[in-house]
């Protein structure tokens, strides 16, 4: 059973840092892209940052310039280095990743149970 796990969430002040992590468990056979994602209370879940297994990356605009999405392929993880928080931010955050089991030919896309992250003064 292959699953992913989040940890490194938390209450932060505004313009202090953050980081989290998402490690992936099971029976992998390989991992391609890997993504955090975030919903916001009455908002919809949206995407913050990717990375592929080459490590290209791309960033939500609202981001770009204060967060870092990085990936251990030896360890399956992913992580999001969030700095200067803003109060903006606040949502719960999910990792995502595009997953091949050892016991399929296919590539399944994978959700963690989420992270709340909370900035405020």
């Known amino acids: 059973q292959v699953q992913l796990v989040e940890s490194g969430g938390g209450l932060v002040q505004p313009g202090r840092s953050l980081r989290l992590s998402c490690a992936a468990s099971?029976?992998?056979?390989?991992?391609?892209?890997m993504r955090w994602n975030r919903q916001a209370p009455g908002k919809e879940r949206e995407l913050v940052a990717a990375?592929?297994?080459?490590?290209?990356?791309n960033y939500a605009d609202s981001v770009k310039g204060r967060f870092i999405i990085s990936r251990d392929n030896a360890k399956n993880t992913v992580y999001l280095q969030m700095n200067g928080l803003k109060p903006e931010d606040t949502a719960v955050y999910y990792c995502?990743?595009?997953?091949?089991?050892?016991?399929?030919?296919?590539?399944?896309?994978?959700w963690g149970q989420g992270t709340q992250v909370t900035v405020s003064s």
């Open positions: 995502n990743a595009d997953i091949r089991p050892s016991s399929s030919p296919y590539y399944i896309a994978y």
């Open positions: 099971g029976s992998i056979f390989s991992i391609n892209t």
């Open positions: 990375i592929t297994t080459g490590g290209s990356t």
